[in-house]
T-cell receptor, first 112, second 116 residues
Framework: ETGVTQSPTHLIKTRGQQVTLRCSSQSGHNTVSWYQQALGQGPQFIFQ???????GRGNFPPRFSGLQFPNYSSELNVNALELDDSALYLC???????????FGAGTRLSVL | QQQVKQSPQSLIVQKGGISIINCAYENTAFDYFPWYQQFPGKGPALLIAIRPDVSEKKEGRFTISFNKSAKQFSLHIMDSQPGDSATYFC???????????????FGKGTLLTVNP
């Protein structure tokens, strides 16, 4: 186990709704990254948070947003859900300056 | 644009055999190359990683071979076991100017099946 926990495990939403996913990072880790993994694909980087600020963003629209809290936990928010947003959303925590990222088990989002 | 290309897409080996998965990258700024193992319903788990200052790294039955000039790296699983059956992802990253970790760029994955 990596010590990275994500909630909820599964989520079903309808198109147009909004969703919030949560992540608790491994103890002592101060950087959180979010990835989207479509079925049969590798994870795609959404964004990273460090010191409660966005520290890099992948090719995702602004309706994907996030937060990092003082205890280093994080949220991923997605507005105006689309069918293509159906995927496994992964959170990874790491220490600043270290290359290793540890992943949680993910949240499976289904958009109907 | 896919910056990390992984092959094969799927691989079947017999128990005790050697599994080999290959990756190629384009961005010469990459300086960290991890391999992740993912079982169904689980998140990716770090298996082994290498930096470009070495050509090979071995941990147990898992070995990474790295060819900087060819911009290629590979994972070798010796004495493959049925429990190794999973999806394997290569990845690459580089630190941004701020010194914090930056994104991991993943390959598309290889589904490994080890037959008993």
């Amino acid at each position: 186990e990596t010590g990275v926990t994500q909630s909820p495990t599964h989520l079903i939403k309808t198109r147009g709704q909004q969703v919030t996913l949560r992540c608790s990072s491994q103890s002592g880790h101060n950087t959180v990254s979010w990835y989207q993994q479509a079925l049969g694909q590798g994870p795609q980087f959404i964004f990273q948070y460090y010191r409660e600020e966005e520290n890099g963003r992948g090719n995702f629209p602004p309706r994907f947003s996030g937060l990092q809290f003082p205890n280093y936990s994080s949220e991923l928010n997605v507005n105006a859900l689309e069918l293509d947003d159906s995927a496994l959303y992964l959170c990874a925590s790491s220490l600043v300056g270290r290359g290793i990222q540890y992943f949680g088990a993910g949240t499976r989002l289904s958009v109907l | 644009q896919q910056q990390v290309k992984q092959s094969p897409q799927s691989l079947i080996v017999q128990k005790g055999g050697i599994s080999i998965i290959n990756c190629a990258y384009e961005n010469t700024a990459f300086d960290y190359f991890p391999w992740y193992q993912q079982f169904p319903g689980k998140g990716p788990a770090l298996l082994i990683a290498i930096r470009p200052d070495v050509s090979e790294k071995k941990e147990g039955r898992f070995t990474i071979s790295f060819n900087k000039s060819a911009k290629q790296f590979s994972l070798h699983i010796m004495d493959s076991q049925p429990g190794d059956s999973a999806t394997y992802f290569c990845a690459a990253s580089h630190e941004n100017s701020g010194g914090s970790n930056y994104k991991l760029t993943f390959g598309k994955g290889t589904l490994l099946t080890v037959n008993p």
